[in-house]
Protein backbone atom coordinates (compact mmCIF):
# COMPACT_ATOMS: atom_id res chain seq x y z
CA UNK A 1 0.00 0.00 0.00
CA UNK A 2 3.07 2.57 -0.05
CA UNK A 3 2.85 4.95 -2.63
CA UNK A 4 5.18 7.12 -4.18
CA UNK A 5 3.85 10.64 -5.73
CA UNK A 6 6.14 12.23 -8.01
CA UNK A 7 6.13 15.53 -9.40
CA UNK A 8 9.11 18.07 -11.41
CA UNK A 9 9.98 17.21 -14.68
CA UNK A 10 9.58 19.59 -17.67
CA UNK A 11 11.45 19.95 -20.39
CA UNK A 12 14.68 22.78 -20.24
CA UNK A 13 17.96 23.23 -22.25
CA UNK A 14 21.06 22.16 -21.97
CA UNK A 15 23.17 23.47 -19.11
CA UNK A 16 20.35 24.26 -16.95
CA UNK A 17 18.74 23.05 -13.75
CA UNK A 18 15.74 21.02 -12.50
CA UNK A 19 14.64 19.28 -9.55
CA UNK A 20 12.23 16.43 -8.95
CA UNK A 21 10.27 15.60 -5.57
CA UNK A 22 9.11 12.17 -4.60
CA UNK A 23 6.31 11.72 -1.69
CA UNK A 24 6.77 8.69 -0.07
CA UNK A 25 3.65 7.85 1.71
CA UNK A 26 5.71 5.92 4.40
CA UNK A 27 8.81 7.27 6.75
CA UNK A 28 9.39 3.46 7.10
CA UNK A 29 11.64 2.92 4.68
CA UNK A 30 15.62 1.46 4.14
CA UNK A 31 16.51 3.17 0.72
CA UNK A 32 15.06 5.88 -1.36
CA UNK A 33 16.12 6.00 -5.03
CA UNK A 34 15.79 7.23 -8.37
CA UNK A 35 15.93 5.41 -11.67
CA UNK A 36 15.79 6.35 -15.20
CA UNK A 37 14.64 5.12 -18.25
CA UNK A 38 15.70 6.79 -21.70
CA UNK A 39 14.22 6.20 -24.97
CA UNK A 40 15.41 2.94 -26.28
CA UNK A 41 17.42 2.07 -23.42
CA UNK A 42 17.38 -0.33 -20.73
CA UNK A 43 16.46 1.74 -16.84
CA UNK A 44 19.56 2.64 -14.76
CA UNK A 45 20.36 3.76 -11.26
CA UNK A 46 20.73 7.13 -11.00
CA UNK A 47 21.32 7.69 -7.09
CA UNK A 48 20.08 6.16 -3.81
CA UNK A 49 20.09 7.36 -0.32
CA UNK A 50 20.16 5.31 2.61
CA UNK A 51 17.49 6.96 5.34
CA UNK A 52 19.07 5.96 8.80
CA UNK A 53 22.74 6.42 7.50
CA UNK A 54 21.97 9.53 5.51
CA UNK A 55 24.74 8.32 3.17
CA UNK A 56 24.43 8.46 -0.51
CA UNK A 57 25.68 7.46 -4.03
CA UNK A 58 25.50 8.02 -7.46
CA UNK A 59 25.76 6.52 -10.80
CA UNK A 60 29.44 7.49 -12.54
CA UNK A 61 27.07 9.60 -15.17
CA UNK A 62 25.80 11.84 -12.72
CA UNK A 63 28.12 12.31 -9.92
CA UNK A 64 29.19 15.91 -9.39
CA UNK A 65 25.75 17.24 -11.14
CA UNK A 66 22.72 15.65 -9.17
CA UNK A 67 22.36 15.29 -5.80
CA UNK A 68 19.55 13.60 -4.09
CA UNK A 69 18.65 14.27 -0.57
CA UNK A 70 15.84 13.77 1.92
CA UNK A 71 13.32 16.43 3.98
CA UNK A 72 12.87 14.66 6.95
CA UNK A 73 10.10 17.20 8.24
CA UNK A 74 8.47 17.33 4.74
CA UNK A 75 9.15 13.60 4.35
CA UNK A 76 9.86 14.38 0.46
CA UNK A 77 12.70 12.89 -1.49
CA UNK A 78 14.14 15.13 -4.17
CA UNK A 79 17.12 14.77 -6.90
CA UNK A 80 18.60 18.09 -7.41
CA UNK A 81 19.69 17.79 -11.32
CA UNK A 82 22.30 20.84 -12.73
CA UNK A 83 24.23 20.94 -15.62
CA UNK A 84 21.96 18.85 -17.88
CA UNK A 85 22.78 16.97 -20.58
CA UNK A 86 20.82 16.07 -23.59
CA UNK A 87 21.57 12.58 -22.60
CA UNK A 88 19.95 13.22 -19.23
CA UNK A 89 16.64 13.04 -21.10
CA UNK A 90 14.76 10.13 -19.85
CA UNK A 91 11.83 9.19 -17.62
CA UNK A 92 12.61 9.34 -13.95
CA UNK A 93 11.34 7.29 -11.47
CA UNK A 94 11.53 7.77 -7.70
CA UNK A 95 11.52 4.30 -5.93
CA UNK A 96 11.75 2.71 -2.39
CA UNK A 97 13.01 -0.09 -0.26
CA UNK A 98 11.58 -1.05 2.21
CA UNK A 99 12.63 -2.77 5.57
CA UNK A 100 12.72 -6.66 5.16
CA UNK A 101 12.99 -6.48 1.40
CA UNK A 102 16.34 -6.57 -1.16
CA UNK A 103 15.30 -4.55 -3.44
CA UNK A 104 13.41 -1.58 -4.60
CA UNK A 105 9.93 -2.80 -4.80
CA UNK A 106 7.64 0.57 -4.94
CA UNK A 107 7.59 3.01 -7.49
CA UNK A 108 6.61 5.98 -9.02
CA UNK A 109 4.36 6.87 -11.89
CA UNK A 110 7.41 8.54 -13.65
CA UNK A 111 8.09 11.79 -15.31
CA UNK A 112 9.20 12.71 -18.26
CA UNK A 113 13.03 15.10 -18.30
CA UNK A 114 13.82 16.16 -21.74
CA UNK A 115 17.11 18.28 -22.13
CA UNK A 116 17.58 20.08 -25.28
CA UNK A 117 20.59 21.05 -27.07
Known amino acids: QVQLVQSGGGSVQAGDSLTLSCAPS??????GGWFRQAPGKEREFVAALRRVENTTTYSESVKGRFIISRDIYKNTLSLQMKKLKPEDTAIYYCAAQLPATSDFGTWSQGTLVVVSS
Open 26 to 31: TRNFDI
